[in-house]
């Protein structure tokens, strides 16, 4: 007769089996390891075990200069929290439009950055693929506007070997192809508030779109990045008044 504690039930073969998918599609640091990125609650829970996937790469899609720099902001936040113990970043581009000192405002020592410019897309790509293989950065950025599936899937790959995060800025226009990324977002600008009607600029604000997640629940949220955190903007419904009804 069997052994009763060493029976799976169903619920704990399910949950084995959701496990090793995940680390199938590349979620090994998010299984293994404690939140590093501090995001809000609403938005960890949309990734799989509620942890934003580490070693994994993360796309983002831009249209225009003005969401490019939201979307640069927005990943300054991130990379803060990722460099904050493991070192140095490298941001790899045909033309570097972030202004380093500005990235002090993320908590980011600008020194901090390796800043690699090349012309093609081709030599963005390799230079791309061979970072994400060093293990000792603690995240790569880089800067494109095609991105092939076999492309996105040698850079995963490298991830998953190192478990180096990546983010691809990707300047585009109309349909977007697949890719292997384990996520997509949507990043644009929202208006700063400023408290007590004091003069001057706010805490950056975004409105943050995740299109789509592997093994996870898309989603909506207006983020600010103060006092070096995100903080969740939660959205107040608006309130109808209705004239009073008359009697008599």
């Given at each position: 007769m069997a052994d009763l504690?060493?029976?799976?039930?169903?619920?704990?073969?399910?949950?084995?089996?959701?496990?090793?998918?995940?680390?199938?599609?590349g979620f090994k640091k998010?299984?293994?390891?404690?939140?590093?990125?501090?995001?809000?609650?609403?938005?960890?829970?949309?990734?799989?075990?509620?942890?934003?996937?580490?070693?994994?790469?993360?796309?983002?899609?831009?249209?225009?200069?003005?969401?490019?720099?939201?979307?640069?902001?927005?990943?300054?936040?991130?990379?803060?929290?990722?460099?904050?113990?493991?070192?140095?970043?490298?941001?790899?581009?045909?033309?570097?439009?972030?202004?380093?000192?500005?990235?002090?405002?993320?908590?980011?020592?600008?020194?901090?950055?390796?800043?690699?410019?090349?012309?093609?897309?081709?030599?963005?790509?390799?230079?791309?693929?061979?970072?994400?293989?060093?293990?000792?950065?603690?995240?790569?950025?880089?800067?494109?506007?095609?991105?092939?599936?076999?492309?996105?899937?040698?850079?995963?790959?490298?991830?998953?070997?190192?478990?180096?995060?990546?983010?691809?800025?990707?300047?585009?226009?109309?349909?977007?192809?697949?890719?292997?990324?384990?996520?997509?977002?949507?990043?644009?600008?929202?208006?700063?508030?400023?408290?007590?009607?004091?003069?001057?600029?706010?805490?950056?604000?975004?409105?943050?779109?995740?299109?789509?997640?592997?093994?996870?629940?898309?989603?909506?949220?207006?983020?600010?990045?103060a006092n070096g955190r995100?903080?969740?903007?939660?959205?107040?419904?608006?309130?109808?008044?209705?004239?009073?009804?008359?009697?008599?």
């Amino acid at each position: 007769m069997a052994d009763l504690a060493t029976i799976e039930t169903k619920s704990d073969i399910i949950t084995r089996l959701k496990k090793e998918i995940l680390l199938l599609n590349g979620f090994k640091k998010a299984l293994n390891n404690v939140d590093k990125v501090g995001l809000p609650l609403p938005v960890k829970n949309a990734f799989p075990e509620g942890q934003f996937p580490l070693g994994a790469i993360h796309e983002f899609l831009i249209e225009g200069s003005e969401e490019a720099a939201a979307t640069a902001g927005f990943v300054s936040g991130i990379r803060e929290s990722l460099m904050r113990n493991s070192g140095a970043a490298i941001w790899i581009s045909a033309c570097r439009n972030i202004f380093p000192p500005a990235l002090s405002s993320f908590g980011i020592i600008p020194e901090k950055i390796i800043f690699i410019d090349l012309k093609k897309e081709k030599e963005i790509l390799w230079a791309m693929e061979e970072a994400l293989k060093c293990t000792s950065v603690a995240a790569v950025v880089g800067e494109l506007h095609e991105l092939s599936f076999p492309a996105s899937r040698r850079l995963q790959l490298a991830v998953e070997q190192s478990s180096v995060t990546g983010f691809i800025l990707r300047q585009t226009k109309g349909n977007i192809n697949t890719t292997a990324c384990v996520s997509r977002w949507k990043i644009t600008s929202s208006p700063s508030v400023l408290e007590d009607e004091m003069p001057g600029v706010g805490f950056p604000r975004w409105n943050v779109e995740l299109l789509k997640v592997r093994n996870g629940k898309p989603g909506k949220w207006e983020l600010e990045f103060a006092n070096g955190r995100f903080r969740n903007i939660p959205k107040i419904a608006a309130i109808i008044h209705q004239p009073a009804k008359k009697t008599g």
